[in-house]
T-cell receptor, first 113, second 112 residues
Framework: DAMVIQNPRYQVTQFGKPVTLSCSQTLNHNVMYWYQQKSSQAPKLLFHYYDKDFNNEADTPDNFQSRRPNTSFCFLDIRSPGLGDAAMYLC????????????FGPGTRLTVT | GENVEQHPSTLSVQEGDSAVIKCTYSDSASNYFPWYKQELGKRPQLIIDIRSNVGEKKDQRIAVTLNKTAKHFSLHITETQPEDSAVYFCAASSGSARQLTFGSGTQLTVLP
């Protein structure tokens, strides 16, 4: 049973053309996270929400924005993708902050041409 | 903030041998230490975790040990199999932290 769902699984966009990635969850978790992962590097946290309380990391580029319209859904908007934004984007959820397991979605592989 | 260092970055073992991956952390307030396995092109999946009130936890062929005094924790995989080949990430978090701090990952290759 899918618990964290990401769409699309693969996304190709042109340089500078806005793109939106989506994430939904059936776990009813309070916290949702967006990560960027390149090659076999560790996931890099971009944003996280506790319910609708939004938090972005200090080094997340302004080109990245996020929306969480309700508990189940979260979106990542890349306003003007550059070649360096090509990566795997992972959504994760957690029951609460801190010492709780994070459940990852399958990821969206973004290619920028 | 928390800093997690992970070693080695790559590890090759013969099938049936044991593999050990080590992580150190900096924040003495950290109390939750998960390990994630990520196969190529797939999502990270939790394989085992440990909290600071215990020193060791085991699940079949996988075990994790925690030394709070030295601020390090280790993943032990016994009787390795080719399907254990993946990237393994350690992480640390405290109750007040809003996020996990990941290690840099270890590429484990189990040679048949």
């Amino acid at each position: 049973d899918a618990m964290v769902i990401q769409n699309p699984r693969y996304q190709v966009t042109q340089f500078g053309k806005p793109v939106t990635l989506s994430c939904s969850q059936t776990l009813n978790h309070n916290v949702m996270y967006w990560y960027q992962q390149k090659s076999s590097q560790a996931p890099k946290l971009l944003f996280h929400y506790y319910d609708k309380d939004f938090n972005n990391e200090a080094d997340t580029p302004d080109n990245f924005q996020s929306r969480r319209p309700n508990t189940s859904f979260c979106f990542l908007d890349i306003r003007s993708p550059g070649l360096g934004d090509a990566a795997m984007y992972l959504c994760a959820t957690s029951r609460d902050w801190g010492s709780y397991e994070q459940y990852f979605g399958p990821g969206t592989r973004l290619t920028v041409t | 903030g928390e800093n997690v260092e992970q070693h080695p970055s790559t590890l090759s073992v013969q099938e049936g041998d044991s593999a050990v991956i080590k992580c150190t952390y900096s924040d003495s307030a950290s109390n939750y230490f998960p390990w994630y396995k990520q196969e190529l092109g797939k999502r990270p999946q939790l394989i085992i975790d440990i909290r600071s009130n215990v020193g060791e936890k085991k699940d079949q062929r996988i075990a994790v040990t925690l030394n709070k005094t030295a601020k390090h924790f280790s993943l032990h995989i016994t009787e390795t199999q080719p399907e254990d080949s993946a990237v393994y990430f350690c992480a640390a978090s405290s109750g007040s932290a809003r996020q996990l701090t990941f290690g840099s990952g270890t590429q484990l290759t189990v040679l048949p």
